[in-house]
């Protein structure tokens, strides 16, 4: 992250969505489905400020603990010697996320995909429920999403999954995520995603991003990791704005 030329650039803020702009396209009532319209909103009330340094550092000194089940799962970095964890229960504390009433989540086991195929969408379902007739063999393209699906897609890459660069292409992990996001089911926690896809850009070499500023820094101000003597930098978070998302 240092040797970037623009440091600033990898630092992901997500976005406020507006009812007004995005709700008659069902982009509300999708999210509901699932338990996940904390995700449509700013976590964080600061919408100037990015505190990139403190960001650094607790991705940096990030460690995962040992888990057995989903819930479980903890990750916890340092800031000004101040333990930060991001958990099922304090992502909770920031936001109502998966509002639906709660389970033990367990990740499917082979047997469970091959003994149960009904409880687990196909590929190429997924597929054909997500791009236009004929488009989606081999090489799937941005450009050829049915509309929700697009308009959902682009929320995605900044306020559920964030990732930089396929400005043409579908990167795999969206479809099944588009896929419960257009169906309202197969059903799995939002904080796991964040959590997991933390953790991925954490440790990926030449991913040189980090996800999710916003939710990262209501966790530093939840546990008073950041000081007075931390002013931040200047970054106006932007909302979506439909008329700004391109042709098509």
């Given at each position: 992250?240092?040797?970037?030329?623009?440091?600033v650039?990898?630092?992901?803020?997500?976005?406020?969505?507006?009812?007004?702009?995005?709700?008659?396209?069902?982009?509300?009532?999708?999210?509901?489905?699932?338990?996940?319209?904390?995700?449509?909103?700013?976590?964080?009330?600061?919408?100037?400020?990015?505190?990139?340094?403190?960001?650094?550092?607790?991705?940096?000194?990030?460690?995962?603990?040992?888990y057995?089940?989903?819930?479980?799962?903890?990750?916890?970095?340092?800031?000004?010697?101040?333990?930060?964890?991001?958990s099922?229960?304090?992502?909770?504390?920031?936001?109502?996320?998966?509002?639906?009433?709660?389970?033990?989540?367990?990740?499917?086991?082979?047997d469970?995909?091959?003994?149960?195929?009904?409880?687990?969408?196909?590929?190429?379902?997924?597929?054909?429920?997500?791009?236009?007739?004929?488009?989606?063999?081999?090489?799937?393209?941005?450009?050829?999403?049915?509309?929700?699906?697009?308009?959902?897609?682009?929320?995605?890459?900044?306020?559920?999954i964030?990732?930089?660069?396929?400005?043409?292409?579908?990167?795999?992990?969206?479809?099944?995520?588009?896929?419960?996001?257009?169906?309202?089911?197969?059903?799995?926690?939002?904080?796991?995603?964040?959590?997991?896809?933390?953790?991925?850009?954490?440790?990926?070499?030449?991913?040189?991003?980090?996800?999710?500023?916003?939710?990262?820094?209501?966790?530093?101000?939840?546990?008073?990791?950041?000081?007075?003597?931390?002013?931040?930098?200047?970054?106006?978070?932007k909302?979506?704005?439909?008329?700004?998302?391109?042709?098509?």
């Amino acid at each position: 992250m240092n040797l970037l030329k623009d440091k600033v650039a990898a630092f992901i803020c997500e976005r406020e969505v507006r009812e007004v702009e995005f709700g008659p396209f069902n982009m509300f009532a999708r999210f509901r489905a699932l338990g996940w319209e904390a995700a449509l909103s700013c976590y964080e009330k600061d919408n100037k400020n990015l505190f990139k340094d403190e960001i650094h550092e607790w991705m940096a000194t990030l460690t995962c603990n040992k888990y057995d089940k989903l819930s479980q799962l903890k990750l916890t970095g340092t800031v000004n010697l101040i333990d930060v964890e991001m958990s099922f229960d304090t992502l909770r504390k920031l936001a109502r996320y998966d509002s639906l009433p709660a389970r033990d989540y367990t990740i499917p086991s082979l047997d469970d995909l091959l003994l149960k195929p009904e409880a687990h969408p196909r590929w190429n379902d997924m597929l054909e429920a997500l791009f236009l007739p004929g488009t989606f063999h081999g090489t799937i393209y941005r450009r050829n999403l049915k509309i929700e699906a697009k308009l959902l897609l682009m929320i995605c890459i900044y306020n559920v999954i964030p990732r930089r660069g396929d400005k043409q292409e579908v990167r795999f992990p969206k479809v099944p995520i588009l896929y419960s996001l257009l169906h309202g089911s197969p059903r799995f926690p939002f904080r796991y995603v964040v959590m997991n896809n933390v953790w991925i850009c954490r440790n990926k070499v030449g991913r040189n991003i980090i996800p999710y500023c916003r939710i990262i820094t209501g966790l530093l101000k939840l546990f008073k990791a950041i000081i007075p003597e931390d002013k931040g930098a200047t970054k106006r978070h932007k909302p979506f704005d439909i008329r700004r998302m391109g042709v098509g």
